[in-house]
């Protein structure tokens, strides 16, 4: 059974850095995809990150270049790393696998992934 487990939610200020991290187990195979996604009360889920199972990379316009996504193999673990981060960040943070991307161009959409963690609360204050 695959299990994903978020962790290093926390409260922060704005213009602060955080890491998220994505344990992963259970998965039969080396290589997958990982995407971050977010919610809060205000709005729907949103696609923030992911990391292909090729190790490509995306992030949506509002987080580019404040936001990244990193995999250690050797822990099963994906990172999200979090940098100048703004009030509008705050929510629920999800990490979701896809057993089914490889390459990564765009933001895939929660449908492709399969195994979802129970998420980390990430919250900035201004």
């Known amino acids: 059974q695959v299990q994903l487990v978020e962790s290093g939610g926390d409260s922060v200020q704005s213009g602060g850095s955080l890491t998220l991290a994505c344990a992963v187990s259970?998965?039969?195979?080396?290589?997958?995809?990982i995407g971050w996604f977010r919610q809060s009360p205000e709005k729907e889920r949103e696609g923030v990150a992911a990391i292909g199972a090729d190790d490509s990379t995306f992030a949506i316009a509002s987080v580019k270049g404040r936001f990244s996504v990193s995999r250690d193999n050797a822990k099963n673990t994906v990172y999200l790393h979090m940098n100048n981060v703004q009030p509008e960040d705050t929510a629920m943070y999800f990490c979701?696998?896809?057993?089914?991307?490889?390459?990564?161009?765009?933001?895939?959409?929660?449908?492709?992934?399969?195994?979802w963690g129970q998420g980390t609360q990430v919250t900035v204050s201004s």
């Open positions: 979701a696998l896809s057993s089914r991307v490889n390459n990564i161009l765009a933001m895939p959409r929660d449908v492709f992934f399969d195994a």
């Open positions: 259970g998965y039969p195979y080396s290589r997958y995809c």
